[in-house]
């Protein structure tokens, strides 16, 4: 009974350190959940106001340009996956990469290509062990991307889209990543940056139903949108980026409160078993000096007679 009861205490004392840990975590990502949000917040009317412009120029020109021409038979599209560079945030990364899976599987189902670019090691990882070809990759900032990470992360994809399909080129830009909705709520979702759709674009930008001004553009609207390219795409993930973020946050923070609930109903079941052990461990002390004394009482009791 005492080896039992030892046990049961190393490995209360166990969980208890394990508990102060997750509680930490749980904490830390608390407060960085609150940054992430007021980050998303700041960046969001940046990218509203810039998708505003670029729908501004495209429905008041009839240029044709890739920011938003679709190509007639697209035949590759690039797909930007946003995942995380650590764990211990439940099924954050897995949902991304599923909806990454899904999204690939319906283009090669059109009859497209598909290059991959992956953010964050998980996705990485995941492609690496099934030994998948990614054509570029980045991680060590998801859980603080500044803009010059969002750059850093575009300009391949930009050089992709304005090169021709036949020097490796691609017709399409696609993204997904995990949309912040609540602190109980993240959802993976599939975007398609480019070529933009006006119509998408007109209800994101709050213009819907309004009318536009005309415009006269210098030189060209081409050189306008050529221009405006890199800066949408540069702050779209941006804005996707800081949405993963903060969404891995609040996936961390849940996943550590429920590893803290758990460790406390853990150690609470331990107690128990250990309080039974003790119990009986001086039920048996108990009994065995009875038996001696009596076994004692016993003996004397023949001696005299």
């Keep these: 009974m005492g080896a039992q009861l030892r046990v049961y205490k190393r490995r209360i004392k166990s969980v208890t350190a394990t508990k102060k840990i997750t509680k930490a975590m749980e904490m830390i990502a608390a407060s960085r959940i609150v940054k992430a949000q007021r980050q998303v917040s700041a960046s969001t009317p940046y990218a509203t106001e810039l998708t505003r412009a670029v729908t501004a120029v495209a429905t008041g020109s009839n240029t044709k340009h890739p920011l938003t021409t679709e190509a007639e038979n697209p035949v590759r599209a690039a797909v930007l996956l946003i995942t995380s560079d650590r764990g211990l945030a439940g099924g954050y990364s897995a949902n991304a990469i599923k909806a990454a899976e899904q999204l690939t599987d319906r283009l090669r189902a059109e009859g497209k290509e598909v290059d991959s670019y992956i953010v964050g090691r998980k996705g990485v990882s995941y492609y690496g062990f099934r030994e998948r070809k990614v054509a570029e990759s980045w991680s060590g900032f998801t859980d603080n991307p500044t803009y010059a990470d969002a750059k850093k992360v575009a300009d391949p994809l930009i050089a992709a889209v304005q090169k021709d399909t ?140």
């Excluded at 759709?197 to 536009?212: N, Y």
């Excluded at 609207?221 to 540069?234: N, S």
């Design 166 to 305: 036949a020097e490796g080129g691609v017709d399409e830009l696609h993204i997904v990543f995990t949309e912040f909705i609540s602190m109980l709520t993240q959802t993976p979702v599939q975007n398609r940056l480019l070529p933009l759709s006006l119509e998408k674009a007109v209800e994101e930008s709050g213009t819907k139903g309004e009318i536009l001004p005309l415009f006269d553009f210098e030189p060209s609207a081409e050189d306008v949108l050529d221009a405006l390219l890199p800066r949408y795409v540069e702050s779209r993930i941006y804005n996707a980026l800081l949405q993963a973020a903060a969404s891995k946050h609040a996936a961390t923070r849940r996943a550590m409160k429920s590893a803290t609930d758990n460790a406390g109903e853990l150690i609470k079941s331990l107690s128990r078993l250990a309080n039974a052990a003790r119990q009986a461990e001086i039920t048996q002390e108990i009994s065995e000096i009875v038996g001696g004394a009596s076994a004692l009482a016993d003996a004397t009791a023949g001696s005299d007679k």
